[in-house]
Nanobody, 114 residues
Framework: QVQLVESGGGLVTPGGSLRLSCAAS????????MAWYRQAPGKQREWVAA??????SYTDSVKGRFTISRDNAKNTMYLEMDNLEPEDTAVYYC?????????WGQGTQVTISS
């Protein structure tokens, strides 16, 4: 049974930081492309960042503020989020993909508010 479990969300003030984690089980983690997505209220889910091997990529709005990483020994992916803005408020989801296999976590809420 495949499980992706996100954690680390919460409420922070603008300019603050959070570190999200995505713990995977039931998959050969190192062989999967991992990604973070987010969905704000009333908006479509959008891609935020991805990591495949050592190659990382980011959507423009988070470049320089977010850092994606993974620890294959721990089957865990991370998203370090710095200098957070109210526009970053959303439910953050992790995704694991490999060929036709595609799995999602249940999401973790991130709220940026003063």
């Amino acid at each position: 049974q495949v499980q992706l479990v996100e954690s680390g969300g919460g409420l922070v003030t603008p300019g603050g930081s959070l570190r999200l984690s995505c713990a995977a089980s039931g998959i050969m983690f190192s062989g999967y492309r991992m990604a973070w997505y987010r969905q704000a209220p009333g908006k479509q889910r959008e891609w935020v960042a991805a990591i495949s091997g050592d190659i990382t990529s980011y959507t423009d709005s988070v470049k320089g503020r977010f850092t994606i990483s993974r620890d294959n020994a721990k089957n865990t992916m991370y998203l370090e989020m710095d200098n957070l803005e109210p526009e970053d408020t959303a439910v953050y989801y992790c995704r694991a993909s490999s060929g036709l296999r595609n799995y999602w976590g249940q999401g973790t809420q991130v709220t940026i508010s003063s």
